[in-house]
Structure formats: C-alpha cells, structure tokens
C-alpha cells in the first residue's frame, strides 16, 4: 500500500517514463495529492498513510492515471496524424478533381482557374513547402522532442499518395501533357527536389516548434 505521496509520485514518475511532459504532470498531480490530503486529513488522528488510502480511492493508483494519460496522449497523436494526412490528401484530390475536369469539361470557369494556378507553379510550391514546415511545427509544439516518430509515420503515410503519382509520371504510365502548361521537364525536377527537402524542412519546422513546447 502506498503511504506517502512521495512515494505515490514516485511510482507515477516510474509510470510514466516515456512520456515526454512527465514533469509538468508530476507537477499537477503534486498540488492534487496536497489539496487532497488537506482535505481528507481533517481528523488530527489520521496518519497520511491512512489519508493516502482515502486519496487513493478518489484519484486512481499511479498506474491508472498514466494509462489515462498514455490513452489520451495516443488519441491525441492519432488525431494528429489523420489530420495532416487528409489536409494534404486534400491538396492532392483538388488537383486531380480539376485535371479531370478541366479535361473532360467545356466550362470557362474550370479553365480560368486551371490556367491561373498553373501561372503561379513558384507559389504552388512554396505554399506546399510551408505546410510541411507547419506540419513539423505543430508536432513539436505539441509532444515535444518525444514527438520525432509520429512526425515520422505520419510523413511518410500523408505523402505516399504524392509519390505514387509522382512515380506514374516520371515513367510516363500517365502523360505528362495531361498537366499542361504545368508540368514540364524542368518543372517536374523542380517538383522532385521540392519532394527530397519536405522532410528536412518538416524537421526543421519540428525542431522550432519543440523549443516552444518547453
């Protein structure tokens, strides 16, 4: 039985080793277990072993708490993730959506649009660079420097849609004229040494983004 909220600090401590923000949860939980026994020790014959008890009951033993923080920290880096994911997913359906439509429709609307993104190709990249670099932001500033393998795995999973078409047109399975005026030759290695830096750069937005989180 634990009889001492030291020693339930440091059993929750030992629990939540991995977590990156182990400190500041500490921190919360010391001022809980204070405010507690303060409560609960109303009776000068109580020893804090007994206080701890009744504490314990109302709280959760140490090992409960870090798997609700553990839980909570999972669900968040899930979210996390598919969020990312489907905002570049996002990017990549409007893209194909207005190359088919453009293709296949008469509408002046459609091919204003098409031949006014397809002017700005230097911008297209930079807003693209830069959703990967806030995309390593926001990781960093969220869990910190524990945070470099979601970062990893949910690069690697948003991207693979981009590299898949990426491969169709560099060995040609899709034409590059169905991307015209876009996708010229120099374009395309362009748009192939852009794909080489996102992950430096998401790094790099990871690194910024995990000083702010201290």
């Not at 990156?20 to 277990?33: A, K, T, W």
């Not at 709280?59 to 920290?73: K, N, Q």
């Not at 500033?141 to 560099?170: D, H, Q, S």
């Not at 015209?180 to 080489?196: Q, R």
């Amino acid at each position: 039985m634990i009889s001492s909220k030291q020693e339930y600090l440091d059993i929750l401590r030992t629990c939540l080793k991995n977590h990156d923000q182990v400190e500041d949860i500490l921190l919360e939980y010391e001022q809980h277990l204070t405010d507690l026994l303060d409560e609960v020790c109303n009776c000068p014959c109580m020893t804090e072993k007994e206080a701890m008890h009744v504490g314990i009951e109302r709280l959760g033993t140490p090992a409960e708490m870090a798997a609700l923080y553990e839980e909570e920290r999972t669900v968040t880096q899930t979210r996390t993730k598919w969020i990312f994911f489907f905002g570049n997913f996002f990017f990549f359906a409007a893209g194909i959506i207005l190359t088919v439509f453009y293709h296949s429709l008469s509408s002046p609307t459609v091919k204003q649009l098409w031949f006014f993104l397809t002017s700005i190709p230097f911008f297209l990249i930079f807003l693209y660079l830069f959703y990967w670099l806030l995309l390593g932001y926001e990781v960093g500033k969220e869990f910190g420097l524990g945070g470099k393998k979601l970062l990893k795995r949910t690069f690697y999973i948003a991207l693979a849609p981009n590299l898949f078409l990426m491969v169709m047109v560099v060995f040609r399975i899709i034409p590059a004229s169905v991307f015209a005026p876009l996708l010229t030759g120099e374009f395309t290695v362009i748009c192939i040494i852009s794909t080489i830096l996102l992950y430096p750069i998401s790094i790099l937005g990871f690194r910024y983004g995990a000083t702010k989180s201290i």
